[in-house]
């Protein structure tokens, strides 16, 4: 269009005497601020439609070894608040052995050696050939322990490598361990040399339930978070009868989703361990946590006997609907029993707050037997696993 004006001006011009100074200023500049005019809509048009800076992790396919992660111009928004975590680099882990595989990845115990002092150490890694959103998901775990972890009863994350591979968390090893294996130990047949395990009474299951009850009160107060798989193979014990809260996936993806029972990770938790609303598959809620801690109460004074030992799993869910209630096990004083028929309550608003259990163990322990617990049976880990309904 400017051309055309352009052309239409200058024959106008060129058919009038005299104007040829004229037009030799006036052509120019038409052309000029045409050509200006485009060149700006050209550059406009650009700047309006440049891709935003990429920010989502990029991780190779196959790696051997550490490698960089790619991530564009910028991190990640989760690494910002996880640079205080990153592993320091005047730290080494060493004696890295394998345990079991894990959801993300393999699971291995190792050293931490910081200023010349070694430290156990549990070690969850990212398997090495994940994609971006498995890396990114890594990285929310990260965050979510690091949130969780500021209480003396949850088992605590000390490092994390999350920039490089391989990708891994740190934790806090605790020995003996598994709450549960810790009280198989106790049966007849094991090992009896350590003198807390000789020790451990109806006394000492009010000390451990009351630091499971302090770990799970944190969880909820502080953060709002039910457990979701509240047991004894859920939970570590340490020297002195220290307890500590773990098995925390259900909970972290239940965090995600915004119910426990969505996809597989409702699965996960055996039918005895559920209280009636989450075996009907209504809306749970912290009380439904109440109902496992009672059947831990079970667990810890039976020394690891699967709860409801009458029953068989598929048995369950018609039982719990006529409000079939734990019985009373051997060794077990009717104050304790009380509270763990108090948390089975079949109507979740009728079980106590984490608050009002915590008090209660306060004031029954005196009550409690302080003669060390036994039992003559031993375990076979296959028929506990069919009997408690776990996967084999």
């Known amino acids: 269009m400017d051309v055309q004006v352009a052309c ?11 104007s040829g100074p004229l037009a030799l200023i006036i052509i120019p500049s038409l052309l000029a601020l045409g050509t200006l005019i485009v060149v700006t809509v050209i550059i406009w048009s650009f700047l309006t439609k440049k891709p935003a800076v990429q920010r989502t992790l990029v991780v190779p396919q196959h790696s051997n070894g550490p490698i960089a992660l790619q991530t564009g111009h910028s ?16 730290c080494n882990l060493e004696e890295v052995e394998f345990v079991k595989n894990g959801f993300y990845g393999p699971t291995c115990k190792g050293q931490l050696k910081r200023e010349g002092v070694a430290t156990s150490v549990v070690v969850k890694t990212l398997k090495g050939n994940s994609n971006s959103q498995e890396a990114n998901v890594f990285v929310e775990l990260a965050l979510f322990h690091t949130a969780i972890c500021k209480h003396d009863n949850v088992v605590r994350m000390l490092y994390c490598q999350t920039r490089r591979f391989p990708m891994y968390l740190l934790f806090e090893a605790i020995t003996p361990g598994n709450l549960l294996h810790f ?17 451990f009474s109806e006394r000492s299951v009010y000390l451990v339930a009351k630091q499971v009850a302090s770990g799970l009160d944190y969880l909820l107060s502080e953060h709002r978070l039910v457990h979701g798989n509240v047991a004894a193979r859920s939970m570590l014990i340490g ?21 426990v029972e969505k996809g597989e990770w409702g699965a996960k938790v055996p039918l005895k361990w559920k209280a009636p609303e989450r075996l009907m598959r209504l809306p749970m809620t912290a009380r439904s946590d109440v109902w496992s801690f009672g059947v831990l109460l079970y667990e810890l004074i039976t020394l690891g006997e699967p709860p409801f030992p009458e029953l068989d799993p598929s048995e369950m869910f018609p039982k719990a609907l006529a409000n079939y209630k734990l019985k ?34 306060d004031s029954y322990i005196h009550l409690a037997d302080a003669k060390p617990l036994h039992t003559d049976q031993s375990v076979d880990v296959c028929e506990y696993k069919r009997r408690a309904g776990l996967s084999p």
Request: glycine share 10%.
């Open 8 to 18: 239409n001006i200058s024959s106008l011009n060129c058919d009038e005497e005299g």
């Open 75 to 90: 991190l990640t928004p989760g690494h910002d608040a996880l640079s205080l975590w990153e592993m320091p680099t005047h």
């Open 183 to 199: 009280l198989w130990s106790l049966r007849g047949g094991a090992s009896e040399t350590c003198d807390q395990q000789q020790a």
């Open 239 to 259: 020297s002195g009868l220290s307890v500590k809260v773990s098995g925390l996936a259900v909970a972290f993806k239940a965090r995600q989703a915004g119910t």
């Open 328 to 361: 009373r096990p051997e060794n077990c004083g009717g104050a304790l029993h009380d509270l763990m028929k108090y948390c089975c309550m079949w109507n979740f608003k009728d079980r106590p707050a984490y608050s009002d259990i915590i008090k209660l163990l």
